[in-house]
Nanobody, 125 residues
Framework: QVQFVESGGGLVQPGGSLRLSCAPS????????IGWFRQAPGKEREGVAC????????IYTDSVKGRFTISRDNAQKTVYLQMNSLRSENTAVYYC??????????????????WGQGTRVTVSS
């Protein structure tokens, strides 16, 4: 079963940056899409970004375009989420997840088969 180790969260001031890491236990993790999702206090979980397996293409939710970047380290099989110009509304628990039966990214959360434990990001002055 695919498992994930997430890290990189913490407390940061508005305008600051963090880089989240997602390390799948499956050495073939580059064969399926990896997405980042987040759940803010009192809100539903939402998609943030995703990177596909066939061409490395990416998608982002509108609110993070130009500030967040998802990337994959094929040598280490790790997926990153670089978050710049952070805002207080970005405060949330961030999760990485994998789509096993497919190669394309999706915002439909039920299509993601495996989820990490989450890493908490707090943006506050």
């Amino acid at each position: 079963q695919v498992q994930f180790v997430e890290s990189g969260g913490g407390l940061v001031q508005p305008g600051g940056s963090l880089r989240l890491s997602c390390a799948p236990s499956d050495f073939n993790a580059d064969h399926y899409p990896i997405g980042w999702f987040r759940q803010a206090p009192g809100k539903e979980r939402e998609g943030v970004a995703c990177i596909s397996s066939y061409d490395g293409s990416t998608i982002y939710t509108d609110s993070v375009k130009g500030r967040f970047t998802i990337s994959r380290d094929n040598a280490q099989k790790t997926v990153y989420l670089q978050m710049n110009s952070l805002r207080s509304e970005n405060t949330a628990v961030y999760y990485c997840a994998a789509v096993i039966l497919g190669i394309s990214c999706s915002w439909t959360q039920r299509r993601y088969d495996f989820w990490g434990q989450g890493t908490r990001v707090t943006v506050s002055s």
